[in-house]
């Protein structure tokens, strides 16, 4: 059965870096687009990534552009997300998703149980 | 930024229908955005209920639907069960990403 697991998660300080990774198994990991959606505490889904299923496109959300790189390894059926110069902002529960269309979609059919990423002194 | 409005909250009665939107700051949602949705109960991750516009899930009960009304993105869902309370998220593409829906807080009562 399909199943993501993000781990990585944590306290950080603001400023500070933090990388996020998605395990998954279940699937052909190759064929799907992955993205990152996050959820700050009490408030509504935030997408912010996504990866094509070669790793050869991006897109980011404008509010993590330029500080958050998404990344993928084949060979290890792993999903990443290096989050750099973390404000408060970013403290929110981050999940990862696939594209069940094996395109960019939006057809997030399967999804991690997140992991809490805290951006505080 | 564009900025997708969805109702803050509905309420509903148990086997009454109720219909959800999804619109658009930047005009009207239509195929080419590719509207889908989404619900999460407290505690859980989301949960994919439709895609690209009126697609159900293999999971999805039948009682779900998707269209495109008036220029925006409807779920429809009749015969409500105490356990469709949830909320409620569109995802729309515009502009080369993303963009989610503020959501919909359903109440079955």
């Known amino acids: 059965q399909v199943q993501l697991v993000e781990s990585g998660g944590g306290l950080v300080k603001p400023g500070g870096s933090l990388r996020l990774s998605c395990a998954a198994s279940?699937?052909?990991?190759?064929?799907?687009?992955m993205t990152w959606i996050r959820q700050a505490p009490g408030k509504g889904l935030e997408w912010i990534s996504y990866?094509?299923?070669?790793?050869?496109?991006?897109n980011y959300a404008d509010s993590v552009k330029g500080r958050f790189t998404i990344s993928r390894d084949s060979a290890t059926n792993s999903l990443y997300l290096q989050m750099n110069s973390l404000r408060a902002e970013d403290t929110a529960v981050y999940y990862c998703?696939?594209?069940?269309?094996?395109?960019?979609?939006?057809?997030?059919?399967?999804w991690g149980q997140g992991t809490l990423v805290t951006v505080s002194s | 930024q564009t900025v997708v409005t969805q109702e803050p909250s509905l309420t509903v009665s148990p086997g009454g229908t109720v219909t959800l939107t999804c619109a658009s700051s930047a005009g009207a949602v239509t195929s080419v955005y590719y509207p889908n949705w989404f619900q999460q109960k407290p505690g859980q991750a989301p949960r994919a209920l439709i895609y690209?516009?009126?697609n159900k899930q293999s999971w999805t009960p039948a009682r779900f639907s998707g269209s495109l009304l008036g220029g925006k993105a409807v779920l429809t869902l009749s015969s409500v069960q105490p356990e469709d309370e949830a909320d409620y998220y569109c995802l729309v593409y515009y502009g080369g990403a993303w963009v989610f829906g503020g959501g919909t807080k359903l109440t079955v009562l």
């Open positions: 990866i094509s299923s070669t790793g050869g496109y991006t």
């Open positions: 279940g699937f052909v990991f190759s064929d799907y687009y």
């Open positions: 998703a696939r594209d069940g269309t094996t395109g960019d979609f939006g057809d997030y059919d399967y």
């Open positions: 690209n516009i009126n």
